[in-house]
């Protein structure tokens, strides 16, 4: 195919995503007759390694069949609770758990792990790792996915993980530029703002950002905020040409390749509509824009680009620039190999991450000098895990840190609501009477508050209390006087086994708190 054709270099730009295990009927329709060019799986695209290889497999020979180049084949594996891939797979601990280990190779290793067995699978291009210094404890959407709240030490790990990615064999990007850190409102459902200077920004988030570009990252994310000191009209970042060519490409000098984040999130879809801002977004300089869960949105949005191009909107030169540097990092994939899928959820990968989980667990709090020992009737009170941002994959219920617990070392369980009222709180710490200690696994109670007034009327009760924080370790930064505060990080089955091990004796934590308390 001449690659000069419109619809060729319009469809390289745009990512699809689409429901179901197989290829669809309209995903084949449009690369056939619109030649969108890439696609995004998530958790809902995959029942298992086999069959993940499988679709991969499938999406690469519609491609080469109907448009003549490979897709990049896209996934959210950050690691932790954002995580795409099937239980058979080594899956990394979140960025602020790696962090919390005290040494950037693991974040490297983190990567490699993750490069290797998407690379098996035949994923190409993994949408991590993320930059953001998560400078703000509010952060509602990224918390333990960030590697903490000091650009340092955020582009470090960050960079180290990217490092592994690529020397796993596959793409990333970095994200969310310029910078997700510093909001309390979550982009998936609302529009947030930043409203600082470039000079604020320089110090914390560009910060990390410009570490990465240095370091030689292949892609940048955009991000879905309003940053009124540099763009002016009420725009944001990613449909904003001032951020994604002036300040990116022309000031901070990425030429790699930008991405969008997900065009039908609430900040696009419900201020400027998903189409009319993949067009924006496409205008602005983005290279690769998404439509997450829509193969038509795509389509649509392939005819009104086209005509952007005929009224001279978005200029051909820019769209062929650009179609120059998809085409050449698609030239840089590796091929897979067979033998390759050997190293899906290897002993040695898995190994490495529990290894990671071992060493990320970080006391906050310790009043004793030492763990406090349960005694032969401890109480174990938690909430269920809960979806914090659509980021994370839907929630599954069967998992329980205060059932969990007590099946294993006896006692009593009690499951607290999401955001216990003060009636509930004080009921709850009335059932401390009578257990000689008490276990809490708090789960981002420094949003859910309810969680943390639990934990004081469990602390007035004179029986030791611990708490583990199962997802940001803020929950931990008001702990009253004589509780003993652990962060853990992730609400997960490895996690669990750690505690456990805590609780028992077995395990001392030794993690370093990546954020300030």
């Known amino acids: 195919m001449e690659h000069r054709d419109i619809r060729f270099m319009i469809g390289q730009h745009l990512v699809a995503g689409f429901q179901g295990t197989r290829v669809p009927e309209e995903l084949v329709k449009a690369v056939r007759e619109h030649k969108i060019g890439n696609v995004i799986l998530f958790a809902h695209n995959v029942e298992s390694a086999g069959q993940l290889k499988q679709l991969c497999a499938g999406i690469q020979e519609l491609m080469l069949r109907e448009v003549g180049v490979p897709a990049f084949i896209t996934i959210d594996q950050e690691g932790g609770a954002v995580s795409r891939l099937p239980k058979e797979c080594a899956v990394v601990p979140s960025a602020?758990?790696?962090?919390?280990?005290?040494?950037?190779?693991?974040?490297?290793?983190?990567?490699?792990?993750?490069?290797?067995?998407?690379?098996?699978?035949?994923?190409?291009?993994?949408?991590?790792?993320?930059?953001?210094?998560?400078?703000?404890?509010?952060?509602?959407?990224?918390?333990?996915r960030s590697y903490g709240d000091k650009p340092d030490a955020a582009a470090a790990y960050a960079t180290a993980m990217f490092q592994g990615l690529l020397e796993g064999g596959v793409l990333c990007c970095g994200k969310h530029f310029p910078g997700h850190g510093d909001t309390a409102v979550d982009s998936h459902v609302g529009l947030p703002k930043v409203d600082k200077s470039l000079e604020e920004l320089r110090a914390c988030e560009l910060k990390a950002f410009q570490a990465g570009i240095d370091a030689g990252i292949p892609g940048i994310m955009s991000t879905h905020i309003l940053f009124p000191q540099i763009e002016k009209g009420k725009t944001p970042a990613t449909m904003s040409r001032a951020i994604m060519t002036g300040l990116l490409r022309d000031t901070m000098g990425f030429t790699g390749l930008t991405l969008s984040d997900c065009m039908m999130m609430g900040a696009i879809a419900d201020?400027?509509?998903?189409?009319?801002?993949?067009?924006?977004?496409?205008?602005?300089?983005?290279?690769?824009?998404?439509?997450?869960?829509?193969?038509?949105?795509?389509?649509?949005?392939?005819?009104?680009?086209?005509?952007?191009?005929?009224?001279?909107?978005?200029?051909?030169?820019?769209?062929?620039?650009?179609?120059?540097?998809?085409?050449?990092?698609?030239?840089?994939?590796?091929?897979?190999?067979?033998?390759?899928?050997?190293?899906?959820?290897?002993?040695?990968?898995?190994?490495?991450?529990?290894?990671?989980?071992?060493?990320?667990?970080?006391?906050?709090?310790?009043?004793?000098?030492?763990?406090?020992?349960?005694?032969?009737?401890?109480?174990?009170?938690?909430?269920?895990?809960?979806?914090?941002?659509?980021?994370?994959?839907?929630?599954?219920?069967?998992?329980?840190?205060?059932?969990?617990?007590?099946?294993?070392?006896?006692?009593?369980?009690?499951?607290?609501?999401?955001?216990?009222?003060?009636?509930?709180?004080?009921?709850?710490?009335?059932?401390?009477?009578?257990?000689?200690?008490?276990?809490?696994?708090?789960?981002?109670?420094?949003?859910?508050?309810?969680?943390?007034?639990?934990?004081?009327?469990?602390?007035?009760?004179?029986?030791?209390?611990?708490?583990?924080?199962?997802?940001?370790?803020?929950?931990?930064?008001?702990?009253?006087?004589?509780?003993?505060?652990?962060?853990?990080?992730?609400?997960?089955?490895?996690?669990?086994?750690?505690?456990?091990?805590?609780?028992?004796?077995?395990?001392?934590?030794?993690?370093?708190?990546?954020?300030?308390?």
């Open 96 to 144: 602020m758990a790696v962090a919390s280990t005290g040494n950037t190779d693991n974040a490297y290793q983190a990567g490699l792990i993750t490069g290797k067995e998407l690379h098996a699978l035949g994923v190409n291009f993994d949408l991590a790792p993320v930059f953001d210094v998560n400078c703000n404890p509010q952060n509602p959407v990224i918390g333990v």
């Open 271 to 517: 201020q400027y509509g998903t189409v009319n801002g993949m067009v924006e977004a496409l205008k602005a300089g983005v290279d690769l824009i998404f439509a997450s869960h829509s193969v038509d949105l795509c389509v649509q949005a392939a005819e009104k680009m086209r005509e952007a191009v005929d009224k001279g909107d978005k200029p051909l030169s820019e769209l062929e620039e650009s179609l120059r540097r998809i085409l050449s990092y698609k030239e840089k994939i590796p091929p897979t190999k067979d033998e390759e899928f050997a190293l899906v959820g290897s002993p040695a990968h898995r190994a490495v991450v529990d290894k990671l989980y071992e060493d990320s667990l970080t006391i906050a709090q310790l009043p004793l000098g030492h763990i406090q020992p349960l005694g032969d009737n401890p109480l174990f009170v938690s909430c269920l895990p809960f979806v914090t941002t659509l980021a994370s994959n839907p929630v599954m219920g069967e998992l329980s840190f205060a059932h969990d617990m007590q099946s294993r070392f006896g006692g009593d369980a009690h499951t607290m609501p999401t955001d216990p009222s003060a009636l509930s709180a004080a009921a709850i710490g009335a059932m401390a009477q009578g257990h000689t200690s008490v276990v809490v696994g708090t789960y981002n109670a420094h949003i859910k508050r309810g969680q943390l007034d639990v934990v004081e009327k469990l602390a007035r009760c004179g029986v030791p209390v611990t708490v583990f924080a199962l997802r940001n370790p803020y929950d931990l930064a008001h702990l009253p006087e004589g509780v003993t505060g652990i962060a853990a990080y992730a609400y997960n089955r490895p996690v669990l086994d750690k505690v456990a091990k805590v609780l028992s004796g077995e395990l001392v934590p030794r993690g370093t708190m990546p954020v300030q308390l």
